[in-house]
């Protein structure tokens, strides 16, 4: 598990929105990959129709695997912080969507799910989160 200090953007006011931060932090975090070695493969992929699910970042690490990446992000630490709020609904529905992008491969590389949390100050990365 990796963790560094950033420094967050303009200091959210009126009409800075949950999605616009929710984008600073997938910024936030692809940069951080990519200073690890790993390189975007595509970003917000959703699965089509009602009911799927999205993954905010796909990537490749160096020795080849396939990464489906988890940004969560939260000002403060209440209720459990950022990674609290990935519940069972919320991993299934990035292991449906993860299953859904890889059906459409010819072949299924080997791959995990991180997580990139970007909390109070810090940005901490959690390798093989959670299993499928």
């Known amino acids: 598990m990796a963790t560094f200090q950033h420094k967050p953007k303009d200091t959210p006011g009126r009409g800075y929105s949950t999605k616009r931060k929710g ?3 997938e910024d936030e975090a692809l940069a951080f990959l ?3 070695g790993l390189q975007l493969v595509q970003r917000n992929y959703r699965t089509p129709g009602r009911g799927g699910g999205e993954i905010d ?3 490749r690490d160096p020795q080849g695997t396939l990464v489906f990446v988890e940004v969560r992000s939260r000002s403060n630490a209440r209720y459990g912080g950022a990674i609290a709020s990935i519940g069972a609904l919320k991993r299934q529905r990035i292991v449906f969507a993860a ?3 890889l059906s459409s491969l010819r072949q299924t590389p080997a791959c995990r ?3 990139v949390v970007v909390q109070t100050g810090e940005l901490q990365w959690i ?3 959670f299993e499928s």
Do not use: G, H, M, S
Request: with cysteine; net charge negative.
């Open 99 to 101: 299953r859904c992008y």
């Open 23 to 25: 984008d600073e932090a």
């Open 127 to 129: 390798q093989a989160a």
């Open 113 to 115: 799910f991180d997580v």
């Open 57 to 59: 970042l796909i990537v």
């Open 34 to 36: 990519q200073t690890r």
